[in-house]
T-cell receptor, first 110, second 115 residues
Framework: QKEVEQNSGPLSVPEGAIASLNCTYS??????FFWYRQYSGKSPELIMF????GDKEDGRFTAQLNKASQYVSLLIRDSQPSDSATYLC??????????FGTGTSLTVIP | DVKVTQSSRYLVKRTGEKVFLECVQD?????MFWYRQDPGLGLRLIYF???????EKGDIPEGYSVSREKKERFSLILESASTNQTSMYLC??????????????FGPGTRLTVL
């Protein structure tokens, strides 16, 4: 079983819609959760992190964490073509090891 | 701003050559990491280091070695490059586990082609 799993997509949404990206993790004791965005040919950049159960909002982005279900998600409201990228979920587990999912490719259609 | 730099953006080498990839960070981070990224496989950890002169194997260390002589610099060495090491190589750094903000910051990447 992989430490972090994501649906590879591709996920396509129309401009202005909500994009929903999902991630599950295997280590129940994991404490830190991160979402990175990676444009084609570029390196990953951090867009959100979350440590506590519930929602965390930052502009158009909302991270949601449910530790009981071992599930973390990223919602992008009012999606823009510039949001088209691969989104990587990352988890730091109880052994302080950092694991990345393989990423979900998002395309926002104008 | 955290800055992680890598010595080259693009590199072309021949099979059997020794290849050095260098990474420098300016945030006084203890932790540094080397990943390779291939389509469909995601980021795979090659080596990491928690301190100067310290190194730990990641998931795919075979064919690679590393060096960390100074806190800000972490080098990845391909002793004898092979075509299956053609990939995007990404360096990252972070503050220690247990600190509040321990996300990894990435360099721009080096796209290595081995012919």
């Amino acid at each position: 079983q992989k430490e972090v799993e994501q649906n590879s997509g591709p996920l396509s949404v129309p401009e202005g819609a909500i994009a929903s990206l999902n991630c599950t993790y295997s280590d129940r004791g994991s404490q830190s959760f991160f979402w990175y965005r990676q444009y084609s040919g570029k390196s990953p950049e951090l867009i959100m992190f979350i440590y506590s159960n519930g929602d965390k909002e930052d502009g158009r982005f909302t991270a949601q964490l449910n530790k009981a279900s071992q599930y973390v998600s990223l919602l992008i409201r009012d999606s823009q073509p510039s949001d088209s990228a691969t989104y990587l979920c990352a988890v730091m587990n109880t052994g302080n090891q950092f694991y990345f999912g393989t990423g979900t490719s998002l395309t926002v259609i104008p | 701003d955290v800055k992680v730099t890598q010595s080259s953006r693009y590199l072309v080498k021949r099979t059997g050559e020794k290849v050095f990839l260098e990474c420098v960070q300016d945030m006084d981070h203890e932790n540094m990491f080397w990943y390779r990224q291939d389509p469909g496989l995601g980021l795979r950890l090659i080596y990491f280091s928690y301190d100067v002169k310290m190194k730990e194997k990641g998931d795919i260390p075979e064919g690679y070695s590393v060096s960390r002589e100074k806190k800000e610099r972490f080098s990845l060495i391909l002793e004898s490059a092979s075509t299956n090491q053609t990939s995007m190589y990404l360096c990252a750094s972070s503050s220690p586990a247990g600190t509040v903000y321990n996300e990894q910051f990435f360099g721009p990447g080096t796209r290595l082609t081995v012919l």
